[in-house]
RNA sequence: AUGGGCCA
């Protein structure tokens, strides 16, 4: 049962919930974690109704499936139904609390995420749970507190560098955001088209059209990424803004994507 | 083997 429930999770993972629920089907037996998987892909597939009604139909809810369709719901929109669900958790866990204070913070209900982010018990040291806490802080308008936490980390990784980066562009300054970036390459961490979209952002905050143009071919140069849609977004972000509307609409045209 | 963290 647990090989069958690693596939399922793999399909799930790729968002092929048609595989994922043949091999569901399939299986000789299941438990607790084969229905959670099942879910996981159920959601992942985008259609919130049928995760619903299979959710409804789990022989048994722990607090791991309550949490995936917390998630699903914040991500759709449906912030209500977030809340509601979170109150029917009997015995929450850390998981649980920062998904939905991340739901509530994706849903703009900023307010209420703040609360809850005070209201959250038992801190654990773990790398994700850290980081999201860091960002929440940094999302609800405690900048201070995020940065602090930031510091006392005693590993962290490129993703809590770049929640850094992107926070301090919107509650710091961009010039403060671009420091952290080079900083976080100075301690030996690769950029991530993730965090050239942090670097790209900053840039365009401050209107450095040739700073923005040559960072934007270091993706590709120094770092052997492919420009992605948002890297071409923010390059056209900074055009637009400094007046240079012909250059910014020829790369809306040429760009390789097609614009949204 | 299942849920939570970075993309203006």
Not at 5 to 28: C, K, N, Y
Not at 185 to 213: H, N, P, Q, W
Not at 216 to 243: K, M, Q, T
Request: proline share 3%; with cysteine; glycine share 4%.
């Amino acid at each position: 049962v647990i090989s069958w429930t690693a596939i399922i999770s793999g399909h799930a993972r790729v968002g092929d919930l048609e595989t994922a629920q043949r091999l569901f089907d399939s299986m000789p037996e299941r438990n607790r974690i084969s229905w959670n998987a099942i879910l996981v892909a159920s959601t992942a597939g985008g259609n919130l109704e049928q995760a619903k009604c299979l959710f409804d139909r789990m022989p048994e809810l722990d607090v791991v499936a309550i949490t995936t369709l917390i998630t699903a719901y914040g991500r759709a929109g449906h912030i209500e139904q977030a809340l509601e669900l979170f109150l029917q958790i009997p015995e929450t866990d850390e998981v649980a609390w920062l998904a939905i204070i991340q739901a509530l913070i994706e849903n703009g209900q900023i307010a209420t995420a703040r609360s809850m982010l005070d209201l959250m018990p038992n801190r654990s040291s773990d790398l994700a749970a850290r980081t999201a806490v860091i960002n929440a802080y940094a999302r609800t308008g405690q900048m201070d507190r995020a940065m602090e936490l930031f510091q006392r980390m005693s590993s962290c990784d490129a993703v809590a560098w770049n929640a850094m980066v992107v926070a301090c562009t919107a509650a710091v300054g961009a010039a403060t955001a671009l420091e952290l970036a080079a900083a976080m390459e100075c301690e030996g961490f690769l950029a991530s088209a993730i965090t050239y979209v942090g670097i790209l952002v900053a840039c365009s905050k401050m209107g450095r059209i040739e700073e923005s143009r040559r960072r934007f071919w270091s993706v590709s140069f120094d770092h052997a990424l492919e420009p992605i849609y948002d890297h071409y977004c923010c390059l056209v972000d900074v055009l637009a803004r400094a007046g240079q509307l012909e250059r910014a609409e020829d790369l809306v045209r040429f760009m390789p994507f097609v614009p949204n």
